[in-house]
């Protein structure tokens, strides 16, 4: 038994106040992990902004592109069970470590696709390489954070997808506007690759810097372990008896539910991140930077929103309304948008930067539903079903709009019924509150 197992189970006299203790350790993980996430979304969504000009130098239609984008999914879907059950048996570091190095070589490999069944198996292999990131990481905050801190953490790395819009949408806009034709290669070109080459660089550091679990962490003293190790089982004590065992989890209807919502919240959060900048340019936005820093504004408000809702829900003890809001007003904004597409350029823009705040602001506090109901492997491959079958709607979504704009030239109707697809999520999540004891999300 290790000495933080033994002072664990001894009573031990420590302060009521944990919060400097959690604070080294989110400043300590939470950066690195916000960085990578920010790579992760940037190098996952800069095919939106390379679509402004990829798409008619190599001739690709509105369906070729949307197949494209969704077809990531795919990959994420069939890797990210494996992956997360991996990550129980080689240890975060390791995992993370492998991931992010895969997905940068991916991306910067975008840069020399000439036709569609490269297009397609680059996206596919960057998706496959991704999948078990994100669950991987929920996982891996839960062996540091008890569940009534996790929020507010959850919320802050979150916040880095909408963060990565902050930054890579100005980045993507100069990148291609600036280094177009430099050297031979087109300005799209350029960005996969200045984008993918810095991620293989941070998952190598990350082999060297990330701790696998609490015991192993000598940069907090033993005292500091110990007060995390107690705290911790008091908080496994005190959430009573949850579902551990993983085939188990598999024929609970609560898990399928739980995925079938986040299904409906990834349509909404996949339609502003592959096709934010094709419906700023519609609303009639021609310059590159420009739409790049529209989209960085609205990501910031984004990224503000998450922040807040995993701060409110850690306050209040109170997820479950914060989601059913915010997905309210990402349907209100997706259904405004929609209606103002071709008419009123300020309403269209306006109603993006909602629809991308109320989708993105849902995420960290969904994720406070399922963690309250599995534990140990059952929610590392809980959180890898969910993530992954609801990952299915980033596929359907880019896919979707896509013929939809092949078909019909037109948008509108594709956003409009997302719109409807957010509101059944939002009634979904009304109907998830019998799972949970009164009061308690």
Request: hydrophobic share 55%; with cysteine; glycine share 10%.
């Amino acid at each position: 038994m290790s000495s933080v197992e033994n002072t664990a189970a001894m009573p031990t006299r420590v302060s009521d106040d944990l919060s400097p203790i959690y604070r080294k350790i989110a400043l300590r993980l939470i950066p690195i992990l916000m960085l990578l996430w920010v790579m992760a979304w940037i190098d996952r969504v800069n095919v939106s902004f390379a679509k402004l000009q990829m798409i008619d130098e190599l001739r690709f239609s509105d369906a070729v592109y949307g197949l494209g984008a969704g077809i990531f999914f795919i990959g994420y879907l069939l890797f990210e069970v494996p992956s997360n059950l991996l990550l129980q048996r080689i240890g975060a570091r390791r995992t993370i470590a492998r991931i992010a190095i895969g997905w940068g070589v991916t991306c910067a490999l975008m840069s020399l696709v000439t036709t569609p069944a490269a297009f397609y198996a680059l996206r596919f292999l960057l998706g496959a390489f991704e999948a078990g990131f994100f669950p991987g990481v929920i996982l891996y905050l839960t062996l540091w954070f008890p569940s009534d801190r996790r929020a507010k953490v959850f919320g802050i790395f979150m916040s880095s997808v909408a963060l990565s819009g902050v930054f890579g949408g100005p980045l993507a806009g100069v990148i291609m506007s600036a280094l177009h034709t430099h050297l031979g290669l087109s300005g799209w070109q350029w960005l996969f690759v200045l984008e993918g080459g810095p991620t293989v660089l941070i998952g190598v550091f990350c082999l060297f810097y990330l701790t696998n679990r609490l015991e192993d962490a000598r940069w907090l003293s033993p005292e500091e372990r110990a007060a995390v190790a107690a705290d911790l089982e008091r908080d496994h004590i005190l959430l009573g008896d949850r579902e551990h065992d993983f085939l188990a989890v598999i024929r609970d209807r609560r898990l399928w539910m739980f995925t079938a919502i986040y299904f409906c919240v990834i349509v909404a959060n996949a339609t502003v991140a592959f096709w934010g900048p094709t419906i700023i340019r519609g609303a009639g936005v021609a310059d590159l930077p420009t739409i790049g820093w529209i989209v960085s504004g609205a990501s910031l408000l984004g990224s503000a929103t998450m922040i807040l809702n995993g701060f409110i829900a850690d306050r209040t003890g109170r997820p479950l309304i914060l989601c059913v809001l915010s997905l309210l007003v990402a349907s209100a904004a997706l259904a405004t948008m929609a209606a103002s597409l071709h008419s009123t350029a300020a309403v269209t823009i306006i109603a993006f930067a909602f629809a991308l705040s109320g989708a993105y602001g849902t995420i960290p506090v969904f994720w406070q539903m399922p963690n309250r109901l599995f534990a140990g492997t059952a929610a590392a491959g809980g959180i890898a079903v969910i993530n992954s079958f609801g990952n299915l709607g980033g596929f359907l979504a880019p896919y979707g709009l896509g013929l939809a704009a092949s078909e019909t030239g037109d948008i509108a109707g594709g956003l409009f019924a997302v719109s409807l697809v957010v509101l059944v999520a939002a009634l979904g999540i009304v109907a998830a509150r019998r799972f949970f004891p009164p009061g308690t999300v």
